[in-house]
């Protein structure tokens, strides 16, 4: 394949990264502004759970800081792939979380802010599950973005992946 068809070829993929960006912050800041506004029963609630319970004042604070510095990473460019990854470890452990107490947890105490609390366990699960996969693909589509840049910095898409 000559190098001249590569230039060719478009970042297919930049447009979807950003698709994939803003439902992140927007659910990271969602997610962490409802924590913080409802941060007395957020407390509350996750100190009943058998897993955190003993941690409840300090992760009703540092869970949504977590969840808004997360949207901020994926939000600055030069930063993204670092939310990115941070927001595959952040749904990985609260998808985790979920499903210990979706199978062990004979009382399941609801600490989700906002609209989420009116998912079922399992429908909030399925919900973490499809973030988790949207996190993966948009880490995967930001490192094959990056890399296509890189081989070909001369191209239109070039430019639009450095503003990005």
């Given at each position: 394949?000559?190098s001249s068809?590569t230039?060719?070829?478009?970042?297919?993929s930049?447009?979807?990264?950003e698709?994939i960006?803003?439902?992140?912050?927007?659910?990271?800041v969602?997610?962490?502004i409802?924590k913080l506004q409802?941060?007395?029963?957020f407390?509350?609630?996750i100190?009943?759970?058998?897993l955190?319970?003993s941690i409840?004042?300090?992760?009703?604070?540092?869970?949504?800081?977590?969840e808004?510095?997360?949207?901020?990473l994926?939000?600055?460019?030069?930063?993204?792939?670092?939310?990115?990854?941070?927001?595959?470890?952040l749904?990985?452990?609260?998808?985790?979380?979920?499903?210990?107490?979706i199978?062990?947890?004979?009382?399941l105490?609801?600490?989700?802010?906002?609209?989420?609390?009116?998912?079922s366990w399992?429908?909030h699960?399925k919900?973490?599950?499809?973030?988790?996969?949207?996190s993966i693909?948009?880490?995967?589509?930001?490192?094959?973005?990056?890399l296509?840049?890189?081989?070909?910095?001369?191209?239109?898409?070039?430019?639009r992946?450095?503003?990005?």
């Open positions: 394949m000559s068809c230039m060719k070829k478009p970042i297919y930049f447009w979807l990264i698709i960006a803003a439902l992140l912050i927007f659910l990271f969602y997610a962490g409802s409802e941060q007395a029963g407390r509350a609630v100190s009943h759970s058998p955190i319970g409840a004042i300090v992760l009703s604070w540092l869970l949504p800081s977590i808004l510095l997360t949207a901020i994926i939000l600055i460019p030069s930063t993204r792939y670092w939310g990115f990854l941070a927001s595959i470890i749904m990985t452990i609260f998808t985790g979380y979920i499903g210990y107490m199978l062990f947890a004979k009382h105490p609801c600490s989700c802010g906002g609209v989420l609390k009116q998912l399992n429908q699960l919900f973490n599950m499809f973030f988790v996969a949207l693909a948009g880490l995967w589509l930001y490192r094959k973005n990056r296509f840049i890189a081989i070909n910095p001369g191209t239109a898409e070039a430019s992946g450095r503003q990005a």
